[in-house]
């Protein structure tokens, strides 16, 4: 063995050990919305495989508030050891930078990405009344009837506000924009028929749209909804660009030991393949993705990109 070979692994050896003794008491894992969301069901069942695959106790706590902000904030001024992870959602990773005038912490430096959990497409559903059976025929009745339409969005800055702004500037229609203070008035008012289109979860929808009382018209993804199969992709409609997932992804603080995120990283990957995870994320509209860190990375500067040019163009804020 050389002297830098040697170096190497005289280094390595506290890192190593480190891994191995983790974790050495409970680790927080923060979810940034409350109980029962989907985001608190991801990170349970994470939470629950963490616990099999590596042993100790990871407890789920629910810091909600701010877009996420509260809780994230949180995670990114704990302690680097591995004892304090984050499951959070696309505004934390990457669009509340462009949304809020100023943020407690720097989601690009704050953290070290674990891996993108799962995501999930939308569905753009339509009031009946409208008499309105495809995504074509959408477009060409907002063509028709710019600012007669109307849209609602769980929030200003919402993967469901900004979806739609993407499409109207793809498409060169004018829709009224109405945010709403979360899904539940915003479908209360789809139902009531006091707003015309939407876009939402595939679950979410699908029990109206089986009833008869929104008509789904596609699905914001690369490839049809195993939910909704006979719903087509907005890429098979000559839209890919309009792929919008809402996703959920895992990451520790700034400054984590190696040797404890490649832990965290392969025990992820493991139980998120379990198939009792892939099923109960499968029937909450949730595809299964368990990326690597690296994977993750480039999915969030992608996902920042993309999305901060359709903030910018509508002028959406929170503040």
């Known amino acids: 063995m050389n002297l830098r070979t040697l170096l190497a692994v005289v280094l390595a050896a506290p890192l190593v050990a480190l891994a191995q003794g983790y974790p050495s008491k409970p680790v927080r894992v923060v979810v940034t919305f409350p109980p029962g969301s989907t985001p608190d069901i991801v990170g349970r069942a994470l ?12 407890v789920v706590e629910n810091r909600g508030g701010a877009g996420g902000n509260i809780g994230a904030n949180e995670v990114a001024r704990a302690a680097p050891d591995g004892h304090t992870l984050l499951v959070s959602t696309n505004g934390v990773f990457a669009t509340n930078k462009h949304l809020y005038k100023s ?59 900004l979806t739609m702004e993407l499409l109207k500037n793809d498409a060169g229609v004018f829709i009224v924009h109405i945010p709403y203070r979360g899904f539940p008035p915003a479908v209360t008012d789809m139902l009531g028929g006091n707003i015309h289109a939407m876009f939402a979860i595939v679950p979410g929808v699908l029990p109206h749209v089986k009833a008869g009382k929104m008509n789904g018209l596609a699905v914001t993804a690369l490839k049809r909804s195993r939910l909704a199969p006979d719903l087509p992709s907005v890429a098979e409609l ?55 860190p690296a994977e993750f990375q480039r999915w969030i500067r992608s996902e920042s990109d993309k999305w901060s040019k359709v903030i910018r163009a509508s002028g959406a804020t929170v503040d």
Request: no cysteine; hydrophobic share 45%; aromatic share 8%.
């Open 238 to 292: 000559g839209y890919p660009q309009l792929e919008s997932l809402a996703w959920i992804g895992l990451a520790a603080p700034a400054g984590t030991p190696a040797g404890i995120l490649e832990r965290l990283s392969a025990a992820t990957i493991r139980a998120m393949g379990a198939p009792e995870v892939r099923e109960l994320l499968g029937n909450k509209g949730f595809d299964v993705v368990a990326s690597t």
């Open 47 to 58: 939470a629950s495989g963490l616990e099999k695959e590596i042993g100790g106790a990871f």
């Open 103 to 161: 943020m407690p912490f720097n989601p690009d430096k704050d953290f070290a990405p674990i891996s993108l959990l799962a995501s999930a497409p939308q569905m753009l559903v339509v009031n009946p009344s409208l008499k309105i059976d495809s995504f074509k025929g959408f477009l060409d009745y907002a063509r028709r009837n710019p600012g007669k339409l109307s849209y609602g969005s769980v929030g200003a800055g919402s993967a469901s506000h």
